[in-house]
Each structure stands twice: as structure tokens, then as C-alpha cells.
């Protein structure tokens, strides 16, 4: 069996669908029914126009951002039509897609059609664009209502990645849109140990941490509002990755002089990134909208106390009161008494923590999650 996958980013890009979309492969690549797996995605970062890593082949497509985060394919260019020319000369088996609101999955759907291969959609979002001024949602809105409603009633299947996002699909398609959770590897995440650097902060501190990519859409702006907003000393908040809006947040930081309690790692290794969650006493994920939230999935693994909002399948992986604490997107005030009660509370803190391990533990299984991939791949191959 031969791939086709369809991406807008890929490694080194960062952020979820990216992350997914690599560790799905690498499951897949392993599996003895797979021959190969390609990877067709925008080169943005620019990078090797054709790689190999882990088995799995990845062609970079020209392209450029039309705005933020938006990747446009270069059709005019002669590199372009080379590389699809040379995919549409191979035989293929099956074409997958990420998220309905790019490109990317325009391509799938025209490849899958012209070369009669069945297609399948993964679809990330669980509501419409919340990033960016009003001209971006306007236009995102409009896209969703016409080409994001095209890919998701075109395509064979689609698959939701949160019963959220399931709910979601249904505002365009009627069919049923399974939901296959993303899977973790819960016994190597258990194996990683906590900074060092970060435990040996001063006694008596309370270690705050977020990762994701630095965009509007994540609500950063919120937590360092909600920070400013806590009076104690004795909190230290990590904010890991980069992104378009970092110098607007460090200037943010700079402006409320809370330099000394808010420090910008920039990206760091995946390894590093749960070596410091567990080091942390609280995760917080301030975001606008969600999918399902694979930074809040590996706290819960790395036995982190979780303070989140509950938007897209949030709630699907904590619930108020027992496993973690969900708040309104863009509530301040909300953000930060919930920060201020895990501070004054190390008790409870350490058991939402406990309670967040052992409800997430045997939830997100990468065997359980190809399983269900094959068993849609055999069902379309019949």
C-alpha cells in the first residue's frame, strides 16, 4: 500500500496538525501493510525539496503566505508542475488530507479525483477561524461556507480528531465523521525527567508553563494579563514556542514589567518540552479555539495540574472540578483566580494533577489509533 498525504506545514514547522500528522506516518510507515508514505507539503520554512526521515518521503511544494499562517501554493512555477507531475506518474493507493481550511486539501481532493483514489479527510477544527482582524475571520468564514464545505462533502470519509470537531463537520456534511483520538506513547513520556533547572528554582516558587505557537488564536496576551493580575511574588511562568506575535508579546511583558516572572523559551526540543512540563506545577492553555489540544494531553501525562479553556475537545480530556479546571476563552479575571486558587493550593493542585495522569493514561493509544485507521482503509478498499 502506497500514501499520499496532503499537508499545509510539516517538520520543522511546528504546532499540532504538524506534529499529528508526523507521528500518524511514523506509526503507519511501520506497520507491514504500508510500502511508503509521501508527504506533499508547503515548503515553509524553506527546506530540502526532497527528504527522507523515518521511512517516510516528503516533497516540498513552492508556496508563500498569503497572510499568516495561510500557505498558498506557487501553481505558475515550473518547480511546481515538476513535482506534481512526478507524483501523478506514481501509483498510489489511498490520499489523506489535514484540515479542511487550506489549500492542501483543494489538492487532495483534485489528485484523489483525477487519479479515481479513494480519499480520506482529517479534520482538526472544531469552529471557524478565531485569529486575526476582521477582514482574516471574514474571509475564513467565507471559505468555510464554500471550499472548506466542498472538501468536507467531497471527500470519501472524514475523520474527526474530537467528538468537538465531529460536531463541527456536521454544520457542513451529514455524514458520519468517526472520531479517532490522536494516539501517545504514555510509557516513553512516563521515562523523561523533570528539569533539573526548573526544580532547583527558588523554594516555595510556583512554576507556570504554556506551549504552543505564538499567534493571536492561543490567548498568550491573556495569560500575561492574568499573571500581571496575580500580586504574588512567588510565580515563574515559562512560555515555550515562537511564532508571528512573540516580539509583540515580550514587548507586552516589557511594558507591564513582569520581565521577572514571564520568560520566553522560543522553540525547544519535544523531549525538553515534557522534561519542563513536568518540572512545572501548573499548565496553562489560554486558546481561543482547539481541535484537541495535544499540549494539554501531554501535561495531563506529565502530571502537570491543568488550567485550560474549554474550547473544541478541551473538555474531552479534563472536566471541571475533577481532573482539571476549564475556564471562558478571553475571561481574564476567570484566568487568573483559577492560577491564584492552584497557588495557594498545592494540595489540590497535586491531586487535579494525579487526576489528569490517570484519566489520559489508556486514553490516547497509537494502537488503538492505527487500528482504526486500517479499519477504514480496508472498508474503502472494498
Not at 199 to 226: M, S, W, Y
Amino acid at each position: 500500500m502506497k500514501i499520499l498525504t496532503f499537508c499545509p506545514y510539516y517538520k520543522p514547522h511546528s504546532g499540532g496538525l504538524e506534529n499529528f500528522a508526523e507521528e500518524l506516518n511514523s506509526h503507519l510507515i511501520v506497520n507491514s501493510r504500508v510500502d511508503s508514505i509521501t508527504v506533499a507539503a508547503y515548503n515553509i520554512p524553506k527546506s530540502p525539496s526532497i527528504e527522507n526521515c523515518g521511512g517516510v518521503n516528503i516533497v516540498r511544494l513552492p508556496a508563500f503566505e498569503i497572510v499568516q499562517n495561510f500557505p498558498f501554493p506557487k501553481f505558475w512555477s515550473k518547480e511546481y508542475r515538476q513535482i506534481m507531475a512526478r507524483l501523478h506518474a506514481e501509483k498510489f493507493n489511498i490520499v489523506i488530507s489535514h484540515t479542511r481550511f487550506f489549500v492542501s486539501s483543494l489538492l487532495a481532493m483534485s489528485f484523489a479525483k483525477h487519479q479515481h483514489l479513494s480519499w480520506i479527510h482529517i479534520e482538526h477544527g472544531s469552529d471557524f477561524v478565531q485569529s486575526g482582524g476582521v477582514l482574516v475571520k471574514t474571509f475564513a468564514y467565507l471559505y468555510d461556507l464554500t471550499l472548506g464545505k466542498l472538501v468536507l462533502r467531497s471527500s470519501d470519509i472524514n475523520i474527526a480528531i474530537s467528538k468537538a470537531v465531529q460536531q463541527f463537520i456536521r454544520k457542513f456534511d451529514k455524514r458520519n465523521a468517526p472520531v479517532i483520538y490522536r494516539g501517545f506513547d504514555a510509557v516513553e513520556i512516563d521515562k523523561v525527567q523533570p528539569d533539573v533547572a526548573i526544580l532547583n528554582e527558588p523554594k516555595g516558587q510556583t512554576k507556570i508553563c504554556f506551549v504552543g505557537r505564538l499567534i493571536d488564536g492561543k490567548g498568550v496576551c491573556d495569560l500575561i494579563h492574568a499573571i500581571h493580575n496575580i500580586y504574588s511574588e512567588q510565580i515563574y511562568c515559562n512560555v515555550i514556542g515562537d511564532g508571528p506575535q512573540r516580539k509583540t508579546l515580550e514587548k507586552l511583558v516589557s511594558n507591564l514589567k513582569e520581565g521577572n516572572r514571564i520568560k520566553f523559551l522560543g522553540n525547544v526540543p519535544h523531549q525538553k518540552v515534557l522534561s519542563i512540563l513536568k518540572a512545572s506545577d501548573i499548565f496553562v492553555n489560554p486558546s481561543y479555539t482547539e481541535g484537541l489540544p495535544t499540549t494539554v494531553i501531554e501535561a495531563a501525562l506529565c502530571h502537570t495540574a491543568i488550567v485550560a479553556t474549554e474550547v473544541g475537545g478541551t473538555n474531552e480530556i479534563i472536566s471541571p472540578h475533577d481532573v482539571g479546571i476549564l475556564i471562558d476563552p478571553g475571561n481574564i479575571q476567570q484566568l487568573a483566580s483559577s492560577i491564584e486558587d492552584l497557588i495557594n493550593d498545592p494540595i489540590k493542585r497535586n491531586l487535579l494533577a494525579k487526576k489528569a495522569y490517570d484519566a489520559n493514561v489508556n486514553r490516547f493509544d497509537w494502537s488503538v489509533t492505527i487500528r482504526n485507521f486500517f479499519d477504514i482503509i480496508n472498508k474503502l478498499g472494498d
